[in-house]
């Protein structure tokens, strides 16, 4: 959550800006005091404090201060344990799960719930007026978008994925108001989807970006889910980024589950009761 924030301080007004310094100077404190008091020490007005806590994907004042003192109180820190070439199996596998578990912790702390709770209404709202939804990444995150479309897909949306960059650019030019179009990227620096999240916002499809703050493609989207780690993007084969990818689109999958309702369930048993003849017995 500090890293999230240490990371957008640029992109805030002035004022909001020094209600972050304040958070960043003493997190502790910062999750304790009274609203007053906070607009005192940072030199603004309280309505800018609320402002802030908004600007960083939070309900208000007291959803920012309660995820702050989980985050504070918890210490989850993301230990990066990196293998070394003599490193036993058992080492390996404990260093792996390690770096994963601390991941998902500190995501749970840091998770915007007003960002993943927009998300899910534009796309609830895609699937019941029966608009597409398409699903766009490159490598590693392409791989995620296909999982993506598998998950809607068996909710009865009319879902799709693409990894191919001129797909994307076509795909997305034939989108219109009432569509939706999820990015994801573990960098937020890719051209080709950059320029399909730029296409499709033109053609009035809501855009939902996942990606790592402060990245170009962070601020391009309607919607940012952010998806910190501080595992480099540059690495030959990201493990963690990709798994925090999945785990937002589970939690994307599920509250759009719960959000179709009963009507689901037939569905999805018809689908089941059809699979069986494709087993062993």
């Known amino acids: 959550m500090l890293d999230r924030i240490k990371a957008s301080l640029p992109s805030l007004a002035p004022a909001e ?59 989850v820190p993301f230990i990066h344990r990196s293998v070394d070439a003599d490193d036993k199996t058992s080492d390996i596998a404990v260093k792996v799960i390690d770096n994963t578990v601390a991941a998902f912790l500190k995501y749970r702390n840091d998770a915007s719930s007003f960002a993943l709770e927009h998300a899910a209404q534009a796309l609830a709202a895609t699937q019941k007026t029966q608009r597409r939804i398409e699903f766009y990444g490159v490598g590693n995150s392409g791989i995620v978008a296909q999982d ?23 795909s997305a030019s034939m989108l219109r108001p009432g569509d939706c179009a999820v990015i994801i990227s573990n960098s937020g620096r890719t051209r080709d989807l950059m320029d399909a999240c730029d ?7 809501t855009t939902i970006v996942i990606t ?19 595992e480099g993007y540059d690495k ?18 599920t509250t759009v589950a719960l959000r179709i309702g009963e009507g689901l369930q ?8 059809n699979l069986r003849s494709k087993r062993y017995t």
């Open 148 to 170: 993506a479309q598998h998950k809607f897909f068996r909710l009865g949306v009319n879902a799709i994925a693409y990894s191919d960059g001129h797909m994307q650019v076509m």
């Open 266 to 273: 037939p569905v999805l048993r018809d689908m089941k009761n």
């Open 199 to 205: 296409i499709a916002k033109r053609q009035g499809a």
């Open 17 to 75: 800006q020094r209600v972050g310094k304040l958070v960043l100077a003493d997190p502790r404190a910062f999750a304790n005091l009274p609203v007053t008091e906070l607009a005192d020490r940072a030199h603004v007005s309280k309505p800018t404090v609320v402002r802030f806590c908004r600007s960083m994907g939070y309900d208000g004042l007291s959803d920012f201060k309660l995820k702050l003192a989980g985050s504070v109180s918890e210490g």
């Open 212 to 230: 790592a703050s402060g990245s170009p493609l962070a601020s391009a989207g309607h919607i940012h889910l952010t998806a910190d780690h501080p």
């Open 236 to 253: 030959y084969s990201p493990m963690v980024s990709r798994l925090l990818h999945l785990l937002i689109i589970d939690i994307l999958a």
